[in-house]
C-alpha cells in the first residue's frame, strides 16, 4: 500500500496540465471494480485477516505438495536406471544432475492465488502500520503477457495514524494538489512483463504506473519528477517470493502463470528488497 501511494505522491508533484482531463481519467475505476458485488473470485478482503491467513496457508500448502512431488518423482528415476558399467565420474554427476528434484519443482498459480502472494507480500512489508486493512479492493490479473497489480482506494479513509510522518505529508501534499481526490476511490496499479531475478518475481525492468484510465512509464515520472530513474524502480519495486523454492522461470498464459524452480536450503536466505 505504501508504494500504491507513493504512486499517487509522484503523480501529484509532476505538475501535469489538463487537470479536467485528468480528473476525468484518474476517476474512472476498472472494470472488475464495478462488478465485485457479483463475483470476488479474484479479489481478497485485506481487511479480513483470517482470510489473508487462510489464503496464506493454501498457498504453502500448494508449494510444499510441488516440493514433495518433485521430490517423489525424482526418486524412480535412481532407482530403475540401468547400472552403469564403470561411467567417467563427470557423466555420473551429470545424470545425477538431471534426476535431482532441484530442477523440476513447477508450480502453477491462478491470477488469484497470484493476487493473495502479493496481497501477503504487501502485509509483511507493512506491518503495524496496517495501511493494507484500509484497501479492501486489491486485484491482480494476468493478460497478455502482463501481470497487473493494483488496488481502488480512498485516501480519505486512510487513517493518519497508521502513517509515518513522511508519508502523512505525502498524502496530505497528493490532497492538496488534487483535490478532486479527496472523498473519490481511485485505482492505482502497476503493471509490467514480467520477470525472474535473485529467484523472485518481479515485474520487469520497465513497469507502466496506473492512476485510474492514466499510463505513465517511469522515463516519464523520471523526467517530470527530476528524479533518477533507477530511484524510482528501487521505491516502485514489487517482488514476489515463494520462500521455500528459488524461481528459476516462467510461464504466463491469461490469467495463470507456471513457475519452475528449485528448493531453498534450510541456510539460504531469501533475497529482500
Known amino acids: 500500500m505504501k508504494k500504491l501511494l507513493l504512486i499517487l505522491v509522484l503523480i501529484s508533484c509532476a505538475g501535469f496540465g489538463y487537470i479536467y482531463y485528468y480528473w476525468r481519467q484518474a476517476t474512472k475505476l476498472p472494470d472488475w471494480y464495478a462488478t465485485q458485488a ?11 485477516k483470517s482470510e489473508i491467513l487462510s489464503a496464506k496457508a493454501r498457498l504453502q500448502g500448494k508449494i510444499d505438495e510441488s516440493l514433495a512431488k518433485a521430490e517423489g518423482d525424482s526418486q524412480p528415476s535412481t532407482l530403475n536406471s540401468k547400472q552403469p558399467t564403470r561411467e567417467p565420474i563427470n557423466s555420473i554427476e551429470s545424470t545425477v544432475q538431471e534426476i535431482s528434484p532441484s530442477q523440476n519443482v513447477e508450480i502453477e498459480l491462478s491470477d488469484r492465488e497470484v493476487n493473495n502472494l502479493v496481497l501477503n507480500q504487501l502485509a509483511e512489508k507493512i506491518g503495524s502500520h496496517q495501511v493494507v486493512a484500509n484497501a479492501p479492493n486489491v486485484h491482480t490479473s494476468i493478460k497478455d503477457g502482463t ?5 481502488v482506494v480512498n485516501l480519505s479513509e486512510l487513517s493518519s495514524n497508521d502513517l509515518a510522518t513522511k508519508e502523512k505529508a505525502a498524502l ?3 490532497l492538496a494538489t488534487f483535490p478532486f481526490m479527496k472523498d473519490k476511490e481511485i485505482y492505482v496499479g502497476i503493471a509490467g512483463k514480467p520477470i525472474v531475478e535473485d529467484g523472485q518475481l518481479k515485474l520487469g525492468d520497465n513497469p507502466e504506473i496506473k492512476v ?4 505513465f512509464s517511469l522515463a516519464e515520472l523520471s523526467q517530470q519528477l527530476n528524479i533518477p ?3 524510482l524502480k528501487q521505491k516502485l519495486n514489487l517482488a514476489v517470493n515463494l520462500q521455500k523454492v528459488a524461481i528459476n522461470d516462467l510461464e504466463l498464459t491469461d490469467n495463470k502463470v507456471v513457475l519452475r524452480g528449485s528448493p531453498r536450503s534450510s541456510t539460504s536466505e531469501t533475497p529482500h528488497r
Not at 38 to 48: F, G, I, N, R, Y
Open 229 to 231: 530513474e533507477e530511484k
Open 147 to 151: 501481470i497487473e497489480t493494483g488496488a
Open 212 to 215: 485510474g484510465n492514466l499510463n
Open 172 to 174: 496530505e501534499k497528493a
Open 38 to 48: 457479483v463475483s470476488t473470485q479474484k479479489t481478497l478482503d485485506a481487511d479480513q
